[in-house]
C-alpha cells in the first residue's frame, strides 16, 4: 500500500462522526449494524446471513450488488461455507477462519483483515466480506470482482488503416492486462495508489523497468502524491492536475485508448498513467512532435509513413494561419498575390459588405457552431444540421453576398485541416490560436502573423513536460538515433531508443539489418536457401 | 546571470542568427563598391582578432561576465563605472536595432502604421522572449535556423533559375585600390562583426566551457562567409549603382525573383527572414543589457527588470533620430568611431593588459614568497 | 506578482493588436488597381497621365452570371500636375478610390515627353515607392499620346496593358527587334556612365477614338490595333532617336539579348531567298587599349536550321551549306555594323561598351570615362566577328521547289 494511501486513512480517522472504532469487533450483530449505518442501509449493499457448514457458526458474507459476478459468489464461495465440514469442534473462531482462507474457498485473493478502512475499500472494489461471529478479524475475496462491464471493442477516436483493433475500456484490470499481453517481460512494472478521497479512484504508472528513466517515475509519483481532490473521474483531471506548464494551451501529457501506442511508447522509455474509469491512458514525458505521429506510421513502410507526417506538419500550419494569411494578403500585402488570382478576389468581394477580417470571423464562427453542434447531437440529427449549416454557409451566404466564396474555400480548407491533425487535443489548442493569429493578421499583416508564429516557437520552446524539453528532438537538437522526428526511419536503421526518456538503455536491435536481397543475384532455383542464411 | 546552461551548438546558431540579423537587412562595405563581398570578408579576420582579445581576457575569470570581471580588474569603483557605461552601450544598441527594423517594416510594408506601435509588437515578442530566459532563446534558435537556412537556400536556388545573377557586375575586381578596401574593411570589422562582443556575457552560460573558443571561431567564419556570399549575390543581381541607392538591397534582390510566371512577388521570403533575424538581433542584445544590469545593480530576479528595460528601450528606440537617414547616418558616421571603436577595442584591450599585468604581479609576488 | 506581470503583459499585447487601429489596412474594395500608366506632356509642360484602372468584375466574370461583355474591362481616367506624386492627388478627385499601384505592370511615356523632358524625373517617384515593382515594364508611344495606348481596348487579351506586356515578351523572344526593358534596367542604364537605354515603341494603329469604345471589339477585325514598334534610344536620359528592324535586332544581338530569331540572305541573286532559323547564340564582347586607343570586339556565336528556301538549292551539298553559314555571319555582321554606324552618330552607347570598358580596363576607364559618350564612343574601333553554324535542315533536306524547277 502507498504511503500514500496511509495518508488518507489518517485523514479519514480524525473525522469526528466516527463514533465506532477502525477496527473490526468480535459481534457479528454490532459489525453487521456498522455496516448497515456506515452506508446507510443502501439495498445495493447485500448481507447475506447464513450459517457455516456444520459447525453452525454464525456467520455474515457481504458484497455489491452489481459489483461481484453472482455465479462466483453462489457456486463457489456461499456454497462451499455452507457446506464446510468442521473438522474438530473445538476450533477456536479464528482457526475457523484460517480454515475457511486456507482449505475451503476454492478462490484466490483471500486476504485477513481487521480495519474497516481497509475492508470498505475492498468491499467497494467487488471484493465479498466473510465476517464471522466471535472473531475480530475478516475475510475479504477479492477475486469475486465482477459485474458488468463493457467488453472490448474497437478504438473511436484513434483509428488506424493497419494495425491492431482493440482498445481500452474503463476497466483498470483489463487496460493493464491487454498492455501485459502485449509485452510480456518481467521488467514491465506496475505501481498503484488510490486517488480523490471520495471516489478513491484506482490509478497505476505502468513503465518497462530496464528502459525508463528512474527519475522521471520518481517525478510522476511525486506529482501524483501531491494531489488532494475529492474526486477523479478521468484522467483528464490528473492530467491537469500534474502538467508542467498549466498556461499553455498546448497538451503537455499524450493520452491514448490504443494499447499497443502505449506499449510502444513504454518501449521508448515512457510512463502509462492507467486511471479506473476511463479507456484514455497517460502517456509522460511528451514531445510535441509525438502529437503529430499516428499508430501506423510504425506499421507502414518508412517511405510512406515519412511523407504523411510531413503532410501533417504543412496541415498544422494550415489550420493554424490558414485564415490568418488570407486577411493579411487580402487587406495588407495585395502585391503577393498575382494580379489576376487578386483581381478574381477582388471582384468576389466587390459585394461584401464587411472588412475581410470581420467576414473571416463570421465564418470561423458559423463553422465552430456548426462543429459544436454536430458533435453533440445524436447521429440522426447530426446529418441534418450539416446539410442545413452546408446550405447555410455554403449557398446562401454567398448568394446573397455576405461572405465571398474565396473565403469560404478558405475556411473549408482551414476546418479539413484542423480534422486532419491526429490529435485533438492539439487540433483543439490549434483552433484557439487561430483566432488570436487572425487578429494578429488583421492589425499588422504578415508581420504580426510571423511575429505570432515567433512567439509560439519561443513558448513551445519553453515548455518542459517531465522535465523533457518540449520540442526536442528539434529544440534542443539532440541526435536522434530513432530517427523518429518530422520523418521516420526505417525499422532497420533505427538502432537506438531516443535517448530522451531512456538515457540508460538505448540499444534496441543487432547491427546490420538492412533487407538485401541474396548475392549473388541469381535465379530463384540455386540461392533460395543462401538467400535465406543471408536474412538471419 | 540567470541559472541556465547553452550547449556548443546553440551558441554556434546563436551566433550565426546575430551576425546575419541586421547585416541582412543593411548592406555591409559598400565603401569598397563592387568589392564590398571582399570587405566583408576582410572584416570577419578582424573579427576574428576581436573575438580573440575577448577570449583571452574572459579566460583570465572563467563563469564570470565582463560586467563582473571588470569590477576585479578595476576595482570596485571604476570597474563599476565602466560596466554602467557598458550596459547603457548595450541598451543603445538593442534600441539602434529596434529602430532599424522598426523602419524596415514602416517603409517597406506598414507605411501609415506610426513606428512606435510597430516597435510596440516587437518588444512584446523580445519582451516575452527574455522572460523565458537563454535556454528557450537558444532552443528557438536551433528552430529558426533551419527556417532560415531554408528559406536561403530556396531563395538562392530561385535566384539562380532566373538568371538574375550576372557576375559581371563583380568585375572589374579591386577597382578603387587596397586603401579604399582596406577603409571598406575596417568600417565591417565593427559592424557587423565586432558586436560579438555581445556574446562575452553569454559565454559563462555554455555547458562545455572549454569549446567556447571553437564555437566562437567557426560561427564567425561561417556568418562571415554566408555574408560575404549574400552581398556577392545582392551585388551582382542589382549592381552597384542600384544597390547603393537601396535602403534594402535584399528585399530588391528578391523582388527580381520571376519563376516561370508563378513563383514571383516573393517578398514574404524576405519578411520572414528578415524578422527571424531582427528578432534574434534585439532580443540577444537586449537580454544582454537586462543581464548586465542585473548584475550591475545586483538584482536579484532579472525578470524584475525585463519590463521597465523594455519600456526604455522602445521610447529610446523612437527618440534616438528624427528621421530614417538621420539614424542611418548616426550608424555610419558616430557610432563607429565613438561607440563601436572604444568598446569592442579600446576597452577589452585595456581590460587585457590590466588583466596581464596583474597577474605578472601574482606570480611576482607567489615567487618572492617562495 | 508573478500573475500582475503576466497580466500586464497579455494587456499589452492585446493592446499593441487592437490600438493599432489597422492604418496600412487596405480593404480590396477600397481600392483601386492600376493596370498601366500612360504620361504626356500638355502645353505647358505639365504631366498628364493617364491611369488604366483595372475593373475587377469584368475581367474575372465566374458567379456574377459572366458580366463581362457589357462594360469595359479597364476604365482610364486622367489627371495632371507638375510631378507624378501631384497627379496621383488630383486623381483622387476623379475616382473613388486610393489608387493602388503594386499591379501595375507597365508605364507608357509619350514620345513628345521623352523628347523634351527626358525620361529621369518621371520615373523617380515610380522607383521610390515602395508599392511599385522594379519589374514594371516600360515603353513609349510612337507618333501618339500614351493616352492612346493606354485607352485602346484589344481583343485576345482582355486587359490592354497585359497585352502589350505579352506582345513585347513575345516579340523580344520571337523576332529580337523589340526590347523588354523593365524600370530597374532603365535607372541602372540612365545613372551608369557606360550605357544609355533603349526602350521599345508601341504605337496604335487606326482611330484611337474608336478603340476606346467597347463596340468595337465585336468585329473580327478590330479597327486599330496596338503594335510593337521599333525602339527609342535615348541620350543624356533624353529620346534622340529610333531605331528599327533589323537594326535593332543588332543591338539586342551584341547585348546578347536574342532568344531566337530569322535571318534571310540573299542566294544566287534572289533576295531573301534563304531564311535561316537561329535556335541559339551567344555573343562576347570584350574591351582592350590597341595603339592607345580603346578597342572593343564583338563575337557572336550562332547557331541554327534552314527555316524556308524559296530559291532551288542542294541543302544535301556540305559545301553549299558552309556557303549559308558564311553568307547568313556576313548578313548578321552588316547588321550590326549598321546599327553600330547609326548609334554612333547620335553618341548614345545603348551597347554599354563603356561598361564593357570599365571592366576589362578599370584603370584607363577612369581616365576616360567624362568623354566616353561624346569623344570616344562615336569614334570607337568595333570589331565585329560573327560564326555561324547550320545543324540542320528541317523535316526535309532538299526542297520541292528544286524539283518543279528541273521539270
Redesign the interface.
Known sequence: MSPFFKGKKNADQNKPVDPMPGAITSSLQDNLAWVKQKFGNSPDIIIRELKIGSSKVKAAVIYVQGLVDNQLLNDFLIESLMQYDSSSQDETRTQMLDNLSDLVIPMGGVKEETEWSKLFESLLVGATLIIIDGTDKALTVASTQGGESRSISEPTTQNVIRGSRESFTENLSTNISMVRRIIRTPDLWVESMKIGTQTNTNVSIMYLNNVVDHDVVKEVKKRLKRIKIDSILESGYIEQLIEDQPASPFPQIYHTERPDVIAGNLLEGRVAIFVNGTPFVLLVPVVFIQFFQTPDDYYFRFDIASATRLLRIFIFFISLIGPAAYIAATTYHQEMIPTHLLLIIAAQRESVPFPAVIEALIMELAFEVLREAGLRLPKAIGSTVSIVGGLVIGQAAVQAGIVSPPMVIVVAITAIASFATPSFAVAISVRLLRFAFMGLAAAFGFFGIIVGLIMLTVHLCGLRSFGVPYMAPLGPYRPVESGDTVIRAPWWAAKKRPGLFSPNNVKREAGSQMPAPPQPRTIKSESTEKGNQNES | MENAKI?P??LFVLIILFQLGSSLLIPVGLTAKQDAWLAVLGGMVGGLLLFLLYYKVGSYYPGLVPTEYMAKIWGPFFGKIFAFLYVLYLFYLAARVLRDYGEM?V????????LF??N???M??V???V???IE?????????F?VVSILALTSLLLLVLNGSIDT?NL??VL?EGPVTLIKAIGESVFFPFGEIVVFTMIYPYLNQLKKAKRVGLYALLFSGFVLSVTMAVNLSV??F??LSRSNFPLL?TI??I?VAE?L?????FF??GV??GG?FKITIFFYVAVMGATSLFKVKES?HLV?PLGFITLFLSVGIASNFSEHIQEGLDIVPLYLHLPFQVIFPLLLLVSVVLKNRKKQKKQLAMK | MNRKRTFLFGLLASLSVFTSGCWSERQLNEIAMVAAIGIDRTEAGQYEASYQFFNPANIAGGLQGGGGGQSPPVSVYTATGDTIMEVHGNMSRKISREPYYSHTNLVVVSEELAQKDGIGPVLEAFDRGSQFRVTTAVVIAREVKAKDLITTLTALDKVPSQKIMQTLESTEKAMGENINIDLEEIITALVSPGREPMISGFTVKGDPKEGAKQESLQATDLPMTVEANGNAIFKNGKLAGWIDGADARAVLWILDRIQSTTVTTEWEGRKDGISYRLARQKTNVSAEMKNGKPHISVHVHMEGDIGEVIVPVNLKDPKTLEKIERDVGEEVKRNIESSLHYTQKIKADIFGFGEVFHRDEPAEWKKIEKKWEDEIFPNLDVDVTVESYIRRTGLRNNSYLSEMKNK
Do not use: C, H
Not at chain 2, 136 to 144: Q, S
Not at chain 2, 264 to 268: A, G, Q, T
Open positions: 550547449s551548438r546553440q517594416l517603409i517597406f510594408a506598414y507605411p501609415e502604421t506610426p506601435i510597430v510596440l509588437l516587437w512584446v515578442l519582451v516575452y522572449t522572460r523565458k530566459g528557450t532563446l537558444a532552443r528557438t534558435g536551433e528552430i529558426l533551419v559581371k568585375q572589374p577597382e542589382l549592381g549603382s542600384l530588391s523582388q527580381t520571376n508563378f514571383e512577388r516573393l517578398d514574404v519578411m520572414i524578422v527571424i528578432f525578470s519590463f
